[in-house]
């Protein structure tokens, strides 16, 4: 980043996860996590299998709610919105990337990238105008009519990769991206995140247990065992009074 104050997008303080609460076997999987990401920035969340990332990108992504803790995201309250808003902000202000793409099978990439504009009711001549746009930003113009199985893994993230901008939002959650890609392929999506991050300003959560990626963006935090460390410090990241 250049070093100019930009305001926080994503605000997390006091974060806990708990599963079977109440029960003998309660499981506690987030410790109190807390979390800043500025508008503009690129983060990397960094960490093994099993310590938490999964669980904290389901938080960050309102795909699950906190058992505790407070959460602010682009200004909203998200830990105190009904399930009715939760969807709402899950579709307007955050894309999703998956290792897996998660396109609509039998369904072409025009049509793949078009569905979150449609259940945002934009206009089908607007959505299709932006869904044109956006797979030729990511260089798949030639590819608009095909369906999932006629594509390539990295084709496939590409249009995964367009679908996620589609409302234009605040940020994109990124869950190992590049994890079912070869290295060459691999490096083309991680370029293209670097492209929308510098020349679209967009916010990126890239969550990996791959260092060297997380190594290119422009800070990183280490999960273990539920709690976050700044970089490759043993120095667990907090901000103040909760």
Known sequence: MDGTARRTIISMRGIYKRFYIGAPNELEILHGIDLDVEEGEFLSIVGPSGSGKSTLMNVIGVLDRSTEGSYLLDGMA?????????????????????QNFNLISRTNAQKNVELPMMYAGVPAARRTARARELLEMVDMGDRMTHQPNELSGGQKQRVAIARAMANDPAIILADEPTGALDSRTGRMVM????????????????????????????????????????????????????
Not at 78 to 98: M, Q, T
Not at 209 to 235: C, I, K, Q, S, W
């Open 78 to 98: 998200v830990s105190k919105a009904r399930d009715d808003e939760l969807s709402s902000i899950r579709n307007r202000k955050i894309g999703f990337v998956f």
């Open 191 to 242: 370029d293209l995140f670097h492209r929308l991050n510098r020349e679209k300003g967009k916010t990126i959560v890239l969550i990996t247990h791959n260092r060297e990626l997380a190594l290119e963006t422009d800070r990183f935090v280490t999960m273990r065992d539920g709690r976050l460390y700044r970089g490759d410090t043993g120095e667990e990241v907090r901000y103040g009074d909760r």
